[in-house]
């Protein structure tokens, strides 16, 4: 098991990183009883991307959702584009693209539909949505309810969703399940490496989440056990989280 | 505001439209009551009090189904996280969803009032249709205030079928007393009546209080 992150590490890799996107403190969260959270620190700067590795249960979904200014925070500082958590939510809704486990879309909806919906709580321009489904090849299917494509054509529709703002904040749960090949390359430009926004990724995969990382999480049991820049890791380190 | 409730309203009239999961079951109820209280009673008529509390309790249950459906679409499939994300003013929500139970009300009045008169109503429903238009405006005001509240507050509890009529019925009891009583004399089959102004005071006062008091309280009700 890797040895737990210890403060020196996290304010080294932290103090290293200028004009953080993302800074957490000593951050805490509970369910109950139940500690999903516990002392995780971090510090993410500008276009950078950071990946969350850890075993079903580690904390991954729930830092995404903190992050997301969906779960206060029960402990710790958070601070998300330079705005306090949950204080200042409000300041950073908008610029923050979240792709879930759920696609957060209406299932009697059409893709089109679902998507202009978006664009109007958001104040975009149904151009947006018209180029999006191009580039999610799914403008074939913008007509037909989301509850008749399949998984992959509804997580398509999903990273469009994401995107549709234009965030500068991405928190991606798992972006590629449910992705083929093809689909994994026809959404890289909005939520890959080259997008050129600041990440956050939960991943189950070590060679792919390595390959896209700047920065890695290791999460076990709600506590961070591994914090360095990716090229510092090797994959067995992560495979060790899993075990 | 106006532009984020009317993107969250026609979203919500277009997922009913494509599942008709709520109106046609709140006025099929509606219908169905009248024909068992047509036979329990074995009447052909009813007038007075009793016609005004039929109606009116009828039309309580009948929106209790559309409440206890009114933020299922949105909690089962991501939509509150969504809208959460969204830089809109969060009463955004509170009123559309108010609008829609006003909507989906309106309806189940369109289909219950009519098959009410034909089934039970004593008295010509037409002397007595421009007053009650306005009690049940009153009522209906109440009833999406309470009704958005409630719901609000039952969805994200798992026993949210259960939760939603308990919270609901309660807080629904002086809209059903209040509408009886106004009702009951536009009901009389000798010498039909105006609403007492009483009733109708009562009425206007519970929806502004329960007005107030969900769009104090729904901001709360969304956050974690």
């Known amino acids: ?243 | 505001m106006r532009r984020t409730v009317g993107a969250l309203l026609r979203k919500e009239l277009l997922v009913e439209l494509r599942t008709l999961e709520s109106v046609p079951g709140m006025s099929l109820f509606a219908v169905t009551t009248f024909v068992i209280f047509h036979f329990a009673l074995n009447r052909n008529s009813v007038e007075g009090d009793l016609a005004a509390g039929i109606l009116w309790v009828t039309l309580l249950f009948a929106a209790i189904l559309g409440i206890n459906r009114l933020f299922v679409a949105d909690a089962e499939e991501g939509g509150f996280d969504a809208f959460l994300l969204a830089p809109v003013d969060r009463s955004a929500m509170l009123l559309a969803k108010f609008l829609t139970l006003l909507a989906y009300l309106l309806v189940l009045e369109i289909v219950a009032v009519p098959a009410f008169a034909l089934l039970l109503l004593g008295p010509p429903l037409s002397r007595a249709l421009p007053d009650l238009l306005g009690v049940l405006a009153l009522g209906d005001l109440g009833v999406a205030a309470v009704g958005t509240l409630v719901a609000a507050l039952a969805v994200r509890t798992r026993a949210r079928d259960l939760l939603g009529p308990l919270l609901g019925l309660p807080l629904l009891v002086p809209i059903v007393i209040g509408g009886a009583r106004a009702t009951s004399p536009l009901f009389t089959l000798a010498h039909p009546a105006a609403p007492p102004a009483r009733w109708l005071l009562t009425l206007g006062l519970y929806d502004l209080v329960f007005g107030l008091i969900a769009y104090a309280l729904f901001d709360f009700l969304l956050e974690d």
Not at chain 1, 28 to 48: D, F, K, N, P
Not at chain 1, 61 to 87: C, E, F, K, M, S
Not at chain 1, 106 to 132: D, K, P, S, W
Not at chain 1, 177 to 184: K, R, T, V, Y
């Open chain 1, 1 to 243: 098991m890797p040895a737990p992150a210890d403060e020196a590490t996290v304010t080294k890799v932290g103090s290293r990183l200028s004009a953080a996107a993302v800074q957490v403190e000593g951050l805490a969260r509970h369910y109950g009883e139940r500690e999903a959270l516990s002392g995780v620190s971090l510090s993410l700067s500008e276009g950078q991307t950071l990946v969350v590795f850890g075993p079903n249960g580690a904390g991954k979904t729930t830092l995404l959702r903190v992050l997301a200014t969906l779960l206060r925070p029960h402990a710790g500082r958070v601070q998300v584009l330079g705005y306090d958590l949950p204080h200042e939510a409000w300041a950073v809704r908008g610029r923050i693209g979240l792709l879930a486990h759920e696609p957060l879309l209406y299932r009697e909806l059409t893709a089109q539909e679902n998507l202009r919906f978006h664009a109007r709580l958001h104040g975009v321009g149904f151009e947006r949505v018209a180029e999006l489904l191009r580039a999610v090849a799914m403008d074939g299917r913008r007509h037909e309810p989301l509850r008749t494509l399949s998984r992959g054509m509804v997580q398509r529709v999903a990273v469009a969703r994401a995107v549709l703002h234009d965030p500068e904040l991405l928190l991606l749960d798992e972006p590629r399940s449910n992705l083929d090949p093809a689909a994994i390359e026809l959404t890289a430009p909005l939520i890959g490496a080259g997008s050129g926004r600041t990440r956050v990724i939960c991943s189950h995969d070590p060679a792919g989440g390595l390959a896209e990382a700047d920065l890695v999480l290791g999460l076990r049991d709600g506590r961070a056990v591994l914090l360095r820049a990716a090229g510092e890791i090797d994959r067995a380190e992560i495979a060790e989280l899993y075990r």
